[in-house]
């Protein structure tokens, strides 16, 4: 089989993308450029930057509040810093950076752009280009928007890169649970027959019957929002296509003569469903956790587009895309179009890796 894959032009596309995708988001917070949880850190000022942008700014520390509310520090310093202050990235945080001046473009010809209409918090106002290239001499920190910033000032490329764990997580365990669940029912529905074959296939009738993201919707209404509620919703909702395939799969086993052989020898019913019927099934099996793995992330992204996904601010691209909707007819479409794209390219990995599977565990094309 790992002679054919290696044929597998499908397969190893697939299972290239997947494999960067699965590094990016195993990485995570060591390669996003905005540190903060869930990629959060919030600055109005950097709103709707346009991809590319590198922002030049020196961030200083507001003065700790006492418990009565007091402030400790020089008086003009907690004035500047709070009238320029920005909302902290951490709720838990006793610091909120303050950006006191913040350029655009190219650091040899600056252009200070002031945070506020005071003069006092914004040392670059009205400055030359001159001064204000002595000014940004100074500055200590600076940043690249990448894939720019959205209506917040939050760097798309970090939440992407937030996003894609998440997608990834909720997909990975989706599919364990919906394997697990649908190989339970699957094979005691075809081992035992009768009445636990009638109640089983009505079961996944009633299942198959209603839309996959109608379930998953009910799931999240009755669960709530969150990252173990979306979880659960898309596990319940993705094991009817295993236990079909197991339990038509177990019928046919079922029948062969070392099935019989081994109910002859007095094997116990567990031993001949887990011993000697499921190894049987895992080339079907294992086409199906790549399918499956792609129907769980892009029911997790039509949750989330639809506001029953995980609860902001954790990015999702799904919730991206939905809040970036209306900037499709402007100039801004790219926000909504880059989580869209990585979405289809992340389904479509695994669903190229799921055709070379196929390919590969054919007996009818093994050899060709």
């Known amino acids: 089989m790992l002679h054919q894959l290696k044929k597998s032009k499908l397969f190893l596309t697939g299972a290239i993308l997947c494999g960067f995708l699965v590094i990016v988001?195993?990485?995570?917070?060591?390669?996003?450029?905005?540190p903060t949880p869930n990629a959060n850190q919030i600055v109005p000022e950097w709103s709707n930057l346009a991809p590319g942008t590198t922002v030049y700014y020196s961030q200083e520390s507001s003065p700790e509040s006492t418990p009565d509310g007091s402030e400790v520090g020089n008086a003009s310093e907690s004035?500047?810093?709070?009238?320029a202050s920005n909302p902290s990235p951490t709720q838990n945080s006793t610091e909120t950076p303050s950006y006191l001046y913040w350029a655009?473009?190219?650091p040899n010809t600056p252009k200070i752009i002031p945070l506020k209409d005071n003069p006092t918090a914004n040392p670059g106002a009205g400055m030359e280009a001159d001064d204000s290239a002595k000014m940004v001499d100074k500055v200590c920190h600076s940043r690249t928007f990448w894939l720019g910033s959205d209506r917040f000032g939050r760097d798309i490329l970090s939440r992407m890169i937030i996003g894609a764990r998440i997608s990834l997580s909720i997909g990975f365990f989706a599919m364990i649970a919906s394997l697990f669940i649908g190989v339970i029912i699957g094979i005691s529905s075809g081992y035992f027959g009768g009445k636990t074959d009638a109640f089983f296939s009505w079961l996944i009738t009633v299942f198959w019957s209603v839309p996959t993201l109608l379930i998953a919707l009910g799931l999240s209404m009755v669960f709530g929002k969150g990252y173990y509620q979306v979880l659960l919703?898309?596990?319940?909702?993705?094991?009817?296509?295993?236990?079909?395939?197991?339990?038509?799969?177990?019928?046919?086993?079922?029948?062969?003569?070392?099935?019989?052989?081994?109910?002859?020898t007095g094997f116990s019913n567990a031993r001949i469903?887990?011993?000697?019927?499921?190894?049987?099934?895992?080339?079907?099996?294992?086409?199906l956790a790549t399918t499956n793995f792609a129907s769980a992330i892009l029911l997790e992204a039509g949750l989330g587009f639809l506001g029953l996904g995980v609860a902001p601010p954790t990015p999702s691209w799904g919730m991206m895309?939905?809040?970036?909707?209306g900037y499709l007819v402007l100039?801004?479409?790219?926000?909504?179009?880059?989580?869209?794209?990585?979405?289809?390219?992340?389904v479509m990995s695994f669903n190229l890796m799921s055709m070379g599977l196929r390919d590969a565990l054919d007996p009818y094309t093994k050899d060709s």
């Open 25 to 34: 988001g195993i990485l995570g917070y060591a390669i996003t450029p905005d």
């Open 321 to 325: 895309v939905k809040e970036n909707l």
């Open 233 to 264: 919703a898309t596990a319940l909702s993705t094991w009817v296509e295993v236990a079909r395939v197991v339990r038509g799969q177990t019928l046919q086993l079922k029948q062969r003569e070392f099935i019989l052989a081994a109910k002859i």
């Open 104 to 106: 655009l473009g190219n």
């Open 331 to 346: 100039d801004n479409s790219y926000l909504a179009l880059v989580p869209g794209i990585a979405i289809m390219i992340l």
């Open 79 to 83: 004035k500047n810093s709070t009238e």
């Open 273 to 287: 469903m887990f011993k000697h019927i499921l190894p049987n099934l895992k080339g079907s099996l294992t086409v």
